[in-house]
């Protein structure tokens, strides 16, 4: 059983950045395919980015390239995300997921943490 724990959200003004971390405990984390989604009130759960076993491949959402880059440390277990140029739009709570596949469908993921709020002002 693989426990997920996020970190690091919280609020920024529109243009700042922030850091979300992700440390995995229970399983062997360079097994797994590991995401970030979000969601928002009244909006379905979306894959924000997500990235394969050893970093060397990531998928990220139309709506957040070029300003969010997802990575991993396996070494410390640990998978961030790194979000720039923040909009209002990003304002939703951000989960962890750790699955099998490099898929951007929630459905491929079998392990989620409690997820980390991130807010975005004007």
């Known amino acids: 059983q693989v426990q997920l724990v996020e970190a690091g959200g919280g609020s920024a003004q529109a243009g700042g950045a922030l850091r979300l971390s992700c440390v995995a405990s229970g399983g062997t984390f360079s097994d797994y395919v590991m995401a970030w989604f979000r969601q928002a009130p009244g909006k379905e759960r979306e894959c924000v980015a997500a990235?394969?076993?050893?970093?060397?491949?990531?998928i990220h959402t139309t709506s957040v390239k070029g300003r969010f880059s997802i990575s991993r440390d396996n070494a410390k277990n640990t998978v961030y995300l790194q979000m720039n140029s923040v909009k209002l739009a990003d304002t939703a709570l951000y989960y962890c997921?750790?699955?099998?596949?490099?898929?951007?469908?929630?459905?491929?993921?079998?392990?989620w943490g409690q997820g980390t709020q991130v807010t975005v002002s004007s």
């Open positions: 997921a750790a699955g099998v596949r490099l898929y951007s469908d929630s459905a491929a993921y079998n392990y």
């Open positions: 990235v394969n076993w050893n970093g060397g491949n990531t």
